[in-house]
């Protein structure tokens, strides 16, 4: 549990399920591409917060697959493209972000750390209108590995110059929840209250049910 808020330096935040409400459009871009392998079944919570390649990779060889960087790639490049379509047309900014986030700038150094491409986080921060709220921002093609690997959040506090800490993490995922932790950093879970059961297992310092209860930072 969270006691002392005024330790940290710098809130790292997650985009998708975080500040951008794009679960939705991800999940029937997943469903729609996978479809046409005939992958008509796959569990999208096991997948959440992964990178595209890496989460391509997994379902193809839950499904018994032949798994080459060929298909990955493929199959990749269209969830992406049919996922930057649905989001342009569908994807919506949390409500409230915009104000909340301006007033944590105020305190805190905050960063955009995301395991999505940088087409979705740019469509993001040109939807957010707060862009600008950042110190930095990173994404998926900024380092080896996704999550659950701690890269993109260890790279987050190397570009900082602070300790592990001196962040706190704001995740919606497990496998971002595993992410943070691997890389020392507390982490402040984003999960509906009907769902808050599933994340006990990740032992996040705490559970909020959406990003306006972070007002708590304040």
Known sequence: MLNNFRKFQAI?????????????????AYREVLQTVGIKYFSYAAIAGMRTDEAI????LENHQV?????VRELTTKKRRRALALLDQ?????EGSKELVCNLRKKYRLILAS???????????????????????LDGSMVERAKPAPDIYALAVKKLGITPEDCVVIEDAGSGIQAAQAAGIAVIAIVPK??????????PAMVLSNVNELTVLL
Do not use: P
């Open 115 to 137: 395991s999505a491409s940088c087409q979705t986080v740019d469509l993001f921060l040109k939807k957010s209108g707060y862009a600008q709220a950042f110190e930095f921002v």
């Open 67 to 71: 798994v080459t960087s060929d298909v």
């Open 12 to 28: 790292l935040f997650d985009m998708d399920g975080v500040l951008f409400l794009s679960t939705d459009c991800h999940e029937r």
């Open 57 to 60: 990779k997994k379902i193809l």
């Open 90 to 94: 569908e994807g919506r900014v949390a």
């Open 194 to 203: 009907n769902r808050q059961d599933e994340f006990v297992r990740f032992n």
